[in-house]
């Protein structure tokens, strides 16, 4: 009897330890919306790995989606292919979202999480398919018209029918609002003449969107030259293309959450005492597009940029408050 009762107290001991362990307190200290999230990319992932059908179900694909598959360039973004991808993916979802989730509230993460996803889907989409079109045509005027679908290389045909998906636009996005947010951190304990808690790895934040798409665009360097368009049985060949519209995908997610945050987002910003106005966008210089590259890329950007900014002035798509 006694030993029963003592069993009964260490499982009861050993439960209470697992509820109070680090892990499961930070599972459930995770905002709800960040949580849907991470659920839908583990469902979708699954039902990848256990449903045989066609990829274009799920996939960005230049041949489908745009008919009769137009719900994946929303879908796609939560879909990873590989263990390593889901696993990887879901650490940067949830360890950024959760704190993104915390400063901006379920609702305003949700909009942006919609934005950046159709942005990053609906651009990779047009932008493979016109480079797949592009190389098609280019190949066509040098070549006569019966032979141009034999002779096109093999890269050519692959990209108009590349498959697209994964975290990696959304998560690109989501790079973007750190670094706004950790620039406003920046920026408020510089105020409050306080050190940033980061030290200095924290100002190579601003680089993570463009480290994350040079990765992505890794692959691709990698296996460049290695397929020929004479041998239809290269497999590095299946990747190269694919490698090619993630890239594009990764960089549309990019660019939609920098266009969002910087235009379009509406936030509440204290002027001191109980006095607040709503602002439309960011026109901090620390969210400028040419602060997330190097020094050495910034001076032609930052050319560009301010031509773009003057054509913004005039249309009346700048920053204002509301």
């Not at 680090?22 to 459930?28: K, R, S």
């Not at 790995?49 to 973004?77: K, M, R």
């Not at 920026?187 to 003449?193: G, K, M, V």
């Not at 030259?225 to 004479?230: C, E, F, K, R, T």
Request: with cysteine; charged share 10%; net charge neutral.
């Amino acid at each position: 009897m006694l030993d029963e009762q003592a069993e009964q107290g260490r499982g009861a001991a050993a439960a209470t330890g697992v509820a109070g362990s680090p892990v499961v307190q930070y599972v459930v200290g995770i905002p709800a919306i960040t949580k849907l999230l991470a659920l839908v990319v583990l469902l979708q992932s699954l039902l990848w790995a256990v449903a045989p059908f066609s990829p274009a179900v799920y996939t960005i694909n230049p041949a489908t989606s745009f008919w009769p598959f137009v719900y994946t360039t929303l879908t796609a973004s939560f879909l990873e292919r590989s263990v390593i991808g889901v696993a990887l993916g879901l650490l940067g979802l949830v360890y950024i979202g959760r704190q993104l989730e915390s400063t901006w509230g379920s609702l305003e993460l949700l909009r942006f999480v919609g934005v950046v996803t159709v942005t990053a889907g609906t651009g990779a989409l047009v932008l493979t398919s016109l480079l797949g079109l592009a190389a098609y045509f280019c190949t066509a005027a040098s070549t006569n018209a019966e032979d141009v679908l034999p002779l096109l290389p093999l890269w050519q045909r692959l990209l108009w029918h590349a498959q697209v998906s994964g975290l990696g636009g959304l998560l690109c996005g989501y790079m973007v609002a750190l670094k706004q947010r950790v620039d406003a951190v920046a920026a408020q304990a510089a105020a409050n003449s306080l050190v940033l808690v980061g030290g200095p790895g924290a100002g190579m934040v601003r680089y993570l969107p463009l480290i994350y798409i040079g990765l992505s665009a890794l692959p691709c360097a990698l296996s460049a030259g290695v397929s020929s368009p004479a041998d239809e049985t290269a497999t590095v060949a299946d990747v190269e293309p694919s490698c090619v519209a993630q890239v594009l995908f990764a960089f549309c997610g990019f660019a939609g959450a920098w266009v969002y945050l910087r235009f379009f987002q509406i936030t509440l910003v204290k002027r001191g005492g109980f006095e607040s106005a709503t602002v439309r966008g960011d026109a901090s210089d620390a969210l400028a597009f040419h602060t997330f590259f190097p020094p050495v890329m910034q001076g032609p950007i930052k050319v560009v940029e301010k031509q773009l900014s003057r054509l913004g002035r005039g249309a009346g798509a700048l920053p204002v408050t509301l």
